[in-house]
Structures are given as structure tokens and as C-alpha cells.
């Protein structure tokens, strides 16, 4: 690190010097920095003490962001290096099997086993593996955690042994909260302070995850976002990430929320303006007079759902709102005084004063236009005003009964007529046909009908962590609760806060007394029902949905809805604040008008409606700001890494290398660094490759990466059962993404993705084709992974053909590592969403293109084609040829664009990945 603009200044904070590298100095300079986004003034700060000659960071990089051009389409490649990483289990159990991987690839290339270690603070908070067996009753927390330390025993030993062998990592036990909320709440810095070059020197908390909701800590001022478990490993290991200077668009927000209005409702309304206006890899930055009517954990509400609205982040600058917060969340006083100064000396500090910015483009959103709203059936920015969604719901119930419900709706209709019913009530009823399954629970008949509600969960990082909307669905239970209201008896309920902290004010205002009293039981802190970690329906339940293929709903304060994700039996899923989950249990149904219809009876018989029991702003206001104080957080984040006497009950081998086990169905030593040598094999052209699958638009990586249960039938099912694991035992894909056998084995096999060679059919199937003579009609039908093992066999290459946005979504480490393991080198898509094909990259699979306004229906591909992708001039070339050769012989060439963005981009495809880059390098140092 050097400073060859001569612009490092000094900090004093609590009597200590602290070095940084001051924008106002450089701004001397470069007059435009004054007007620079916050957000591209830390990118500035970042490349500015990174500098290195340009080996990643040179002085024209510099440049190019102080000169940033606003309106400029993005050109310029930079690479950027996070001060920290942040990782759940899910993801994170990858990346350091990974890590234990590469000591024992390092050792065999000459190096050694402590050279692999993380260079920056590492964080991995252990989430995302309890899942909800109990629900309903006291005892469902202390059932579930055992449950989970069973299923998850492989795991846990591993991740001991983890933070043990390893230096700059730590583990935040199970059972403490959402890696968001922990990362709001305790581990977020907002400024750091480390030695570098041998002083102190502050600069700003900068974080890469490995999770897409990562961007939540961009509510308190920190930039950050969700990257792959490949590119979050790079960065552990020192290396910078590179990327476009990217474009910011900036969201002016004025006025204020109207009375009972939510923070979920304002963020439903924020995706959908920003998916209608175009952020996809671009920076999101909010700012105007509305921020000071806004919270903390409104703003981190905001920020969490930037997946959503496809950006890269939705940050909020540091002001005096954040500062509070810091204090709030406990906080020690000499970081925030550090954190305020900083700021303010960078011009980072927002309020009244601060000089406008200039942004890429603008949006502005009165909050007093917001409106109670859901989201849904299957995607997040599908925004539905609460008013309209009886209606909604009976458009999807439409389409997805294909004119079933039409043809009953109309006899019962005329039968209500004849008896000389009311047009609008005979109108209505219409709508709701006489379509049920008679379900026994606990001895008792009920129907269950299309739209009855079987999930109803208050949970994830999105919501969990606003206190606003979780003391809002305390009063909304205490207020049905005194009118005897209660869950109905087929929702399946649960509480999973983000935090313990949101445990103690729930219990400290007597509210988790009234949740339980409407079926709201505390079932774990982690995130559960939001991937899809809901467990399993009773069994009743599910034979009653298959018995009439009933379309039924979940509503969940969540962040993801994506189809097949919360449950395979669940076709429609709204995403709804925690007091409207709340009021849809209640009702038992999403085929009803909330703000018209009754939500139920009271113990006389009166009907009881939503405005009856929906609570006040000024009420959950008065109850936030007598109970939640910074002693709540101080006494449970005071021990956060001891964890509970079931971890600490754990034991770890203690070495430098990881004793594999050969019989463990969970952590298994990856195949990615086998035969590897110290030259790379560079980008060759690709001869020959079958189609393992064709895809449509919107292809996302819940349905690429394997994700939920494992079903008994599947490869990866028939895997464990073959290792003597019994199907109540399989736990989830996610959990045992420590075992490339299980996960390539679910790779492409979710049971919604729909590959066109197959004719509409749902689900992981292709074709194997046996020669190159073979038809669509001569292919043998059989799950994905099994005609790739057919094809290795063969020795063919495989590319993968896909629509537009190709890879949106989350479970990302997989859907590339997965992709590779089957034998895929290239992936020809329409467009790749942005992380994604960073992934593929950092796996060596090669991320093409059609040309605009193709696809593969332009030459009517039907995955029978045999493909060859030539020009590819070692990844030189920015675009390929595809021919294509038919099974008659005849054939058809087009150009492709060639997606390598960047030259580090190509270094890393030429050595078959980012990892094997990074091996390479450290061996020669070595040597």
C-alpha cells in the first residue's frame, strides 16, 4: 500500500493516532469527488489504499473513479478488496471444506498446509440448519435445537475443528440468530481500525457474504453484498474481486409512513419500483429528508431485499439515525466516536447540509403513498396492495387450475341463483367453488379447500430484526387473543427470530405470551421457513392437497418466494409483515378480503375485522421505546462465540490438515484439485459437447443449486440410502453441502425446473443421446446427473443452454460448483445474472451469450444438437462460433459473445477456476 497521491492524514480517537486516506485531499485534486454517490466514495477510498502499482490497483483505477462519469455506460474493470467476509453455514461449510481442500492440494504441490488460512476477518455465523419439525407448543425451541445437533453433528465437528486449525476465522454458534441480524446487531464496525503497513489506520467496514442478503448491513452506512462461496473464499485468501465501475442510481425518499403502515409494506413497494426501473448490477443508494422519519432496522429492511430488486446493494449513508443505533445495539462508545469522525472527516456523513450527489439516474418515493401490501405467488417484487388480493389470488388460482374451478364455479353459480340468491353474493361465491379435502387433526374433521393457508411464518433476517413489525404482530396476537381468536388448526406455525435480543423485548413486553396464545411458538433463531427449512406438513395435510391437488398457500415474513422453495406441496407463497402473517393464520385462508371480511368470530359470535385488531403506530412505538434498551444486546452478544453446552459437547481432531472421513455422507474431500499440476490447461476450444439441458427465461439457482428436501427416489437419495442413511435422516441439500457426491447429485433437479427437451415435464429429467445420429424422439429419458455420468463415460463435453436472466436468486456456491462436477464447461445463455456467472468463472465454466435479440429458438435448438464452440483463443476473443450439427447431418453456425469481463476473469477460467489460481500462486512462493 503506498500513497503516491500524498493524501494520508490523521485521525485522533480516544487519545490514539489513527492514519487514513483522506477524499478531501484527493478532492483538491479531483474537484469531482465532492459529488460523488457515498457509496463510490468509499469504492474511491478502497482502490486508494490498495494501491499497488497496478498489479490489481493502479493509479489510473484511481482516476476512473474520482473522474466517474454518472451517466457512463460501465467500462472500466477495478478490483476490490473487502475488509471483511461473512459466511452462513450453508454456504460457509462449503467454503471451508474448500479451504481444508486446498491445504491438502497445497502440501501435494510443495507448499504448505499453513499457508491456506484467511487473510481478512472471516465471520461464520451457523443459521441456516434448523428446521421446523416442532412447531405449536412450549417445548418446540429446546426440540427442535436437539434435532438439529443430531442431524447436524458431521457438520458442527467439522466447523469446530475449523476455527480451531484456522487463523482470522471464528464461528457464531447455532442457536444465537440470522447472520444479518448478528451481523447488524454485533459484528458490523461501520469503520475499521487495523495495523497496515505498520500503523494504525481506520477505513471503512467493507464486507463480502455468503449469502445475496448480505446487502442488509448496507441499512447501517457498510458496503456490502452477497457474493458466491468461490468469490468469498478468493477474497479470504487476498484476492481482490474485480468488477465494473458500476453505475448508481439514486432513490430520493421523502414524507413519512401513514398510520399502519409497515416497513415490509414500504419495501414491497421499493422492489417493485425498482425491478419496473432496471438495477441489475448497479448500486442503489437512498437518500433524502424521508431518511430522518425513518429507523435503523426500517433501512436495514430496505437494504436486505437488493437481491430483490436486482441490485448489487441499497445502501443509506452514516448519520446521526446509524450513530443512535450503534448505541442502541451496545456498541463501545470509543468505536462510535471513531465511526462519527471518520465519517464526517470523509465527507461520508449525511444530514441536512450534505451537497447533493450526482447519480446514474434518479427515483422518488412519497412515503405517504405506501400502502399495506403482500407479495407473491412466486416472486418478490409481485407487489399486491392488500385490498386487492382476494382478487389476485383468484387470477392465479385460474391459471394454475386451468379452467377446473371455472366449470364448478359456474354450477354452483346457477344453483344459487335458482334459489334466488343476491347477484353480487352468487358473483362471489363463483369465485370460490365447492373444492375441498375432508383432513382429520387431532380428531377432528376440517376442510381444506384452495387457498387455505398450511404455512404461516414469522421469519428471516428481513423482518425479524424490526422491532416495529415484530411488537406489531405481538399486539395484533394480544388483541385476537382477548377476542379468542387462534391460529386455524391446519396452519402450521412458527416464531424465528433473528436474534435473541428480539426473544427479550417480545418477553419483556409480555408479547410472546399473546403469540403463543394464537399458535406462535418460538421454534429456533435461524432462518427457516425463508429456505425452505419449513419441515415437514402433517401428513394429513399433504394427502389432503395431493388427494385434490389443491392449490394452497404459505404467507411468511420472508425475503424469498421463488417457486418450489418453502415447500414442495405449496404452490403459492406471499411474502407478508409479521403482523399480517399473524392475521392470515387467523383467517386460515388468502382466499379472503382482509379489509372487508371478517377475519373470524369472537366468543360471542360477532364478527371480528382486521381494523379491529391491528394496533397503533403510537402503541408499538411507546412499547419500542420503553423495553428495548442497549443492555439487551450487550448481555447477548457478551458471550456470542461460547455457544450452548451441546457445542461446547462437540469434539475436533486438533491438525493442520483435516482427517477426512471416509464414511461421512456430510463432509467429503472435493474432486476439484485432483490430477492438478502446476501449469494450467488454459481455455481450449470445446468439440463435440452434448446438451445436458435446454432452459427457458428466468432460470434461477434454487432451481440450478440443490436446495430443501432430498427425496428418497432421487440420485441423491438413493446415494445416502446405499451409505445406510435412512430417509427420516437425509436432513437438506443444505445441509450436507459439505458432500460434492450429494450435491452433484441435485444439481438441475429441482422439481419445478422444466428442461424443453422434455416436453413440459417438471423436474431434473434430460435425454441421453447414445450417438450422434440420435434424435429428440431416440433419447433415453433419465435424471440429469445420471446421463452426465453417462456422458463422462463417453468422454463428451456438456453446455448447458438457458433464457434470459440466467442464474437470479440465491444458493449460488453450488449451482456453479455442481455445474462443473457434472462435466459442463459452458453455459450459453440469453443474459447471466451478475453473480452467477462471477461463479461459473471462479469454477472455470465458460459464461456465453446469444447475440441480442436471439436465443435458442432462433435456430431451432431442440437439445438433440450435437455443439462445437470454436475462436475462443484462449478467452482472447471476445466473441465464439457455435455449430451446431443435427442428427441428419445438416448444421448451423452462429456467433456467441464471449462473457470474460475482465483479465483476471480469464487467468482464473485458464487455470480451471479461482481456487487453482490461488493454489498455483502460493506454491511459487513457496518454491
Known amino acids: 500500500m503506498s500513497d503516491i497521491f500524498n493524501v494520508k492524514d490523521k485521525l485522533s480517537v480516544a487519545g490514539k493516532e489513527h492514519a487514513y486516506y483522506s477524499l478531501p485531499k484527493l478532492a483538491e485534486k479531483y474537484p469531482n469527488i465532492n459529488t460523488l454517490p457515498y457509496s463510490m466514495k468509499i469504492v474511491l477510498e478502497n482502490l486508494l489504499r490498495n494501491e499497488d502499482g497496478g498489479q490489481s490497483v493502479g493509479k489510473n483505477h484511481i482516476e476512473a473513479v474520482a473522474n466517474w462519469d454518472a451517466k457512463a455506460t460501465p467500462s472500466k474493470e477495478i478490483a476490490f478488496m473487502p475488509a471483511r467476509v461473512v459466511l452462513q453455514d450453508f454456504t460457509g461449510v462449503p467454503s471451508v471444506v474448500d479451504l481444508a481442500a486446498m491445504r491438502d492440494a497445497i502440501v501435494k504441490l510443495g507448499g504448505n498446509a499453513e499457508q491456506i488460512n484467511p487473510f481478512i476477518p472471516s465471520e461464520l455465523v451457523v443459521d441456516h440448519s434448523v428446521q421446523v419439525d416442532v412447531y405449536g407448543r412450549a417445548d ?3 426440540l427442535n435445537k436437539k434435532i438439529e445437533f443430531k442431524r447436524n453433528n458431521e457438520r458442527y465437528e467439522f466447523l469446530h475443528w475449523g476455527k480451531n486449525a484456522f487463523e482470522n476465522f471464528v464461528v457464531v454458534p447455532p442457536a444465537t440468530g440470522i447472520v444479518h441480524q448478528v451481523n447488524l446487531e454485533y459484528l458490523a464496525r461501520v469503520v475499521m481500525a487495523s495495523e497496515q503497513n505498520g500503523e494504525l489506520t481506520a477505513y471503512p467496514d467493507t464486507v463480502f457474504g455468503t449469502d445475496s442478503h448480505t446487502t442488509m448491513i448496507n441499512g447501517v452506512g457498510v458496503l456490502g453484498w452477497g457474493v458466491g462461496g468461490i468469490e468469498a473464499e478468493a477474497a479470504m485468501l487476498g484476492q481482490p474481486s474485480s468488477m465494473l465501475i458500476p453505475e448508481v442510481v439514486g432513490f430520493e425518499l421523502t414524507g413519512k409512513l401513514s398510520e399502519g403502515v409497515t416497513a415490509t409494506d414500504l419495501v414491497l413497494r421499493v422492489v417493485e419500483m425498482l425491478r419496473a426501473h432496471g438495477v441489475v448490477g448497479k448500486f442503489v443508494e437512498f437518500y433524502g429528508e424521508g431518511l430522518q422519519s425513518l429507523p435503523l432496522a426500517d433501512r436495514a429492511t430496505i437494504a436486505n431485499m437488493a437481491p430483490e430488486y436486482g441490485a448489487t446493494c441499497g445502501i443509506f449513508p452514516i448519520d446521526q439515525v446509524a450513530v443512535d443505533y450503534l448505541r442502541l445495539s451496545g456498541r463501545d462508545e470509543t468505536q462510535i466516536e471513531l465511526v462519527e469522525q471518520y465519517a464526517k472527516a470523509q465527507g461520508l456523513w449525511h444530514d441536512a447540509n450534505t451537497a447533493d450527489a450526482v447519480y446514474s439516474s434518479n427515483l422518488q418515493l412519497d412515503l405517504s403513498t405506501v400502502e399495506p401490501s403482500l407479495a407473491g405467488p412466486k416472486l418478490p417484487h409481485q407487489r399486491i396492495a392488500l385490498s386487492d388480493m382476494y382478487d ?5 388460482l385460474d391459471v394454475m387450475t386451468q379452467g377446473r374451478r371455472a366449470e364448478k364455479a359456474e354450477e354452483q353459480k346457477e344453483r344459487f341463483e335458482e334459489e334466488g340468491g343476491e347477484q353480487e353474493q352468487a358473483d362471489r361465491l363463483s369465485a370460490k367453488p365447492n373444492i ?11 376442510k381444506l379447500h384452495d387457498g387455505s393457508v398450511v404455512i404461516a411464518a414469522i421469519t428471516s433476517c428481513t423482518n425479524t430484526s424490526n422491532p416495529a413489525v415484530m411488537i406489531g404482530a405481538g399486539l395484533v396476537a394480544k388483541n385476537a387473543a382477548a377476542k379468542g381468536l387462534k391460529a386455524k388448526p391446519w396452519v402450521k406455525t412458527s416464531l424465528a427470530p433473528g436474534s435473541k435480543v428480539v426473544t427479550d423485548y417480545l418477553e419483556k413486553t409480555k408479547l410472546m405470551d399473546e403469540l403463543e396464545k394464537v399458535g406462535f411458538y418460538l421454534v429456533g433463531y435461524g432462518c427457516t421457513t425463508c429456505i425452505g427449512n419449513s419441515g415437514p406438513l402433517l401428513e394429513s395435510i399433504e394427502k389432503g392437497i395431493e388427494e385434490k391437488d389443491l392449490v394452497v398457500a404459505s404467507v411468511l415474513s420472508g425475503n424469498r418466494n421463488f417457486e418450489g422453495r ?9 411474502l407478508a409483515s409479521p403482523p ?4 392470515y393464520a387467523l383467517a386460515g385462508t388468502v382466499d379472503i378480503d382482509l379489509t372487508k371480511d371478517p377475519i373470524g368470530q369472537d366468543q360471542d359470535g360477532n364478527d371480528v375485522f382486521l381494523k379491529d385488531i391491528w394496533p397503533t403506530t403510537a402503541q408499538i412505538d411507546e412499547l419500542i421505546t420503553q423495553n428495548i434498551n442497549a443492555d439487551m444486546f450487550l448481555k447477548n452478544y457478551g458471550e456470542v462465540f461460547n455457544g450452548s453446552s451441546e457445542w461446547n459437547a462437540i469434539t475436533s481432531a486438533d491438525s493442520q490438515l483435516y482427517p477426512w472421513d471416509e464414511a461421512s455422507t456430510y463432509i467429503k474431500n472435493p474432486p476439484f484439485f485432483e490430477g492438478m499440476t502446476m501449469e494450467p490447461a488454459g481455455i481450449q476450444d470445446i468439440e463435440n459437447a452434448r446438451i445436458l439441458g435446454l432452459f427457458g427465461d428466468s432460470i434461477t439457482t434454487d432451481h440450478i443449486s440443490p436446495a430443501g428436501n432430498i427425496d428418497a427416489n432421487s440420485p441423491a437419495g438413493k446415494y445416502l440410502q446405499e451409505r445406510g442413511v435412512m430417509e427420516e435422516d437425509f436432513n ?18 429441482n422439481i419445478r425446473i422444466k428442461n424443453l427437451m422434455m416436453d413440459g415435464k417438471e423436474g431434473g429429467y ?35 443452454l438457458g433464457g434470459e436472466q440466467y442464474g437470479t436468486g440465491s444458493s449460488r456456491d453450488w449451482a456453479a460448483k455442481g455445474t462443473i462436477l457434472l462435466g459442463v464447461k459452458a453455459v450459453l445463455a440469453g443474459s447471466f445474472e451478475r453473480i452467477h456467472r462471477s461463479n461459473l468463472v471462479g469454477m472455470g465454466v465458460l459464461p456465453l451469450t446469444f447475440k441480442e435479440g436471439e436465443n435458442a429458438d432462433t435456430y431451432n435448438l431442440d437439445g438433440s444438437e450435437v455443439l462445437s464452440i470454436t475462436g475462443l483463443n484462449n478467452g482472447e476473443s471476445k466473441t465464439a462460433t457455435v455449430t451446431a450439427t443435427r442428427a441428419d447431418g445438416s448444421s448451423e453456425s452462429f456467433e456467441v459473445n464471449v462473457m470474460l469481463q475482465t483479465p483476471k476473469e480469464r487467468e482464473y477460467v485458464r487455470h480451471g477456476g479461482v481456487l487453482h489460481y490461488v493454489l498455483r500462486e502460493l506454491a511459487a512462493q513457496k518454491a
Not at 392 to 396: L, P
Not at 566 to 574: A, G, P, R
Not at 732 to 747: F, I, K, L
Open 766 to 800: 434430460t435425454y441421453y443421446f447414445k450417438d450422434d445420429k440420435a434424435t429428440l424422439q431416440d433419447g433415453e429419458e433419465m435424471a440429469i446427473y445420471d446421463a452426465a455420468m453417462k456422458y463422462k463415460e463417453d468422454g463428451r463435453t456438456l453446455v448447458v
Open 566 to 574: 418453502i415447500h414442495s406441496h405449496v404452490k403459492t407463497n406471499y
Open 580 to 583: 399480517l402473517v399473524v392475521a
Open 732 to 749: 437438506s441439500y443444505g445441509s450436507r453441502r459439505g458432500n460434492d457426491a450429494v450435491m452433484t447429485r441435485g444439481t438441475f433437479a
Open 436 to 446: 375441498y379435502s375432508t383432513i382429520n387433526i387431532n380428531d377432528a374433521e376440517h
Open 392 to 396: 389476485k389470488f383468484q387470477e392465479t
Open 140 to 142: 418446540a425451541l429446546d
